[in-house]
């Protein structure tokens, strides 16, 4: 049974920074493609950011530059450094893991299992 349970959230003023924490239990991180998704009020679900077991790293363009995600694989816990954070970065931002794809994958519909997700705003 794959578990994500994502930590790290908060309040930030705008240009702050924060790091989101997403452990895994119950798989391997090198056999999943593990990412961070965010969905604002009103708004779909959307990827922020995919790394693939071999490290293959897709970004969307709203936050190359200022996110960056990393692996702890001895601790199997999966992070998000957020810097510059605008008040558009306010969301519930979601861990996510899939072991059916083998690119990089921005896509929903593309994860399987989900984390709870953790609340980040940013306040201008």
């Known amino acids: 049974q794959v578990q994500l349970v994502e930590s790290g959230g908060g309040s930030v003023q705008a240009g702050g920074s924060l790091r989101l924490s997403c452990a895994a239990f119950g798989y391997t991180y090198s056999s999943y493609c593990m990412g961070w998704f965010r969905q604002a009020p009103g708004k779909k679900r959307e990827g922020v950011v995919s790394r693939l077991g071999d490290g293959i790293i897709s970004y969307a363009d709203s936050v190359k530059g200022r996110f960056t995600i990393s692996l702890d694989i001895a601790e199997s816990t999966l992070f998000l450094q957020m810097n510059s954070l605008k008040p558009e970065d306010t969301a519930i931002y979601y861990c996510?893991?899939?072991?059916?794809?083998?690119?990089?994958?921005?896509?929903?519909?593309?994860?399987?299992?989900w984390g709870q997700g953790t609340q980040v705003t940013v306040s201008s």
């Open positions: 996510a893991a899939t072991f059916r794809i083998t690119e990089s994958s921005l896509v929903e519909t593309d994860f399987d299992y």
